[in-house]
């Protein structure tokens, strides 16, 4: 009887493992998924701010434009979030901060192949391949 006992449990274990085996795969793509969804939400961050600093910087636009690109953004997709005056002038803070000189200087000799976040950001190691991902709840926060 011990010898069904330690079959079962030997079996389940293995199931486990299996079972184990399955979730790591699963971990594994999704936790690559939202690699890649905040590196273009960086990306689109970055580039709506390129966009609006150099409007404002031209005098082309002023403070006012930029709450009417708010409005019509959301008139375009009234579902979309993240796109209101006060986020996109923090693109804008974000795109001016990261396009100094000085940051370029900093991040060449320290061979920043590109952009990276702040270590405020909330971290996750994942353990099957030592990789670091951002937690999709991490946000940018103006200094």
């Known amino acids: 009887m011990n010898k069904d006992i330690d ?10 493992q299996r079972f184990e085996y399955v979730n790591s795969i699963i971990e594994r793509h999704q ?7 905040n590196n273009e939400a960086l990306l689109t961050n970055w580039e709506v701010g390129q966009y609006i600093s150099l409007q404002l910087k031209s005098a ?9 690109l ?20 923090n693109m804008v803070k974000f795109y001016d901060l990261y396009a100094s000189d000085d940051f ?8 920043l192949p590109q952009i990276v976040q702040s270590g405020i950001a909330q971290m996750k190691t994942i353990p099957q391949r030592q ?7 991490a946000q940018f926060e103006s200094a």
């Open 31 to 37: 936790y690559t998924a939202i690699r890649q969804v």
């Open 104 to 111: 370029a200087t900093l991040a060449n000799k320290i061979e």
């Open 70 to 89: 708010a409005d019509y953004l959301k008139k375009q997709d009234p579902k979309r979030r993240g796109f209101g005056k006060r986020h996109l002038y």
């Open 7 to 16: 079959k079962t449990s030997n079996g389940e274990r293995v199931l486990v």
């Open 60 to 68: 082309t636009w002023g403070n006012k434009v930029v709450s009417e």
């Open 131 to 137: 990789e670091i991902v951002q937690l999709p709840i």
